[in-house]
């Protein structure tokens, strides 16, 4: 079966500061990668995805993530991050032809002004 | 608003009571799917339907939960004998078929948050 390992759940960083957040899957074969983001009584909503061509991917509000194969990663950044940025996020997979997404357990993202 | 709509938003009852949860999906798209989610995890998939058919249950739908989409496009989510363990925050999501223009993205409502007490 999928799964998706995120790391260090609880993340807290000053404004301006740079953010990594790592996600890494376990299947061999040709997936969909996903991360959203889930603002503070919102729904979740989609903040990059790759599913083909240029492994790095840009997203919405300044995001990137990058696809590394070999190393079974889609990790997410932003070099300079903002109060609002004050999110959960999660990574997703959707693999092999499968008709769902596995999510990860998320990051929770606080930035302090 | 054309996104997905669910209803209601909180609902809190005493164990053992039914509960019933309805998703309206994006109007154009015919998959549709309900996820759970609990404090500190990701959401956990729970079933999906093709227009009217249930095409996959997770091993975490148990014999009391039940979920239908009878003509293709609202469903519900109905749990039997609630427990205490069931309360959460259901989510429903909704797609157009996996093929050139998509490539499994899911639209997410912003969910039903059950209590039981």
């Known amino acids: 079966a999928q799964s998706v390992s995120q790391h260090n759940h609880h993340v807290i960083l000053s404004e301006a500061a740079s953010l990594e957040l790592g996600c890494n899957y376990s299947y061999g074969g040709t997936v969909n990668l996903f991360w959203y983001v889930q603002y503070p009584g919102q729904h979740l909503q989609l903040l990059l995805k790759?599913?083909?061509?240029?492994?790095l991917v840009k997203g919405i509000k300044g995001f990137e993530a990058e696809f590394i194969k070999s190393k079974f990663s889609f990790n997410l950044r932003k070099p300079s991050v903002q109060w609002s940025d004050t999110a959960e996020y999660f990574c997703?997979?959707?693999?092999?032809?499968?008709?769902?997404?596995?999510f990860g357990k998320g990051n929770q993202v606080v930035v302090i002004p | 608003d054309t996104g997905v709509s669910q209803n209601p938003r909180h609902k809190i009852t005493k164990r053992g009571q039914n509960v019933t949860f309805r998703c309206d999906p994006i109007s154009e798209h015919n998959r549709l799917y309900w996820y759970r989610q609990t404090l500190g995890q990701g959401p956990e998939f729970l079933t999906y339907?093709?227009?009217?058919?249930?095409?996959?249950k997770s091993r975490l739908l148990s014999d009391r939960f039940s979920a239908e989409r009878p003509k293709g496009s609202f469903s519900t989510l109905e749990i039997q004998r609630t427990e205490q363990g069931d309360s959460a925050m259901y989510l429903c999501?909704?797609?157009?078929?996996?093929?050139?223009?998509?490539?499994?993205?899911?639209?997410f409502g912003e969910g039903s948050r059950l209590t039981v007490l």
């Open positions: 999501a909704s797609s157009l078929p996996i093929g050139t223009e998509n490539t499994g993205e899911l639209f």
């Open positions: 997703a997979v959707n693999a092999g032809g499968n008709n769902r997404l596995a």
């Open positions: 790759y599913f083909s061509g240029d492994p």
């Open positions: 339907f093709q227009n009217e058919a249930q095409l996959e």
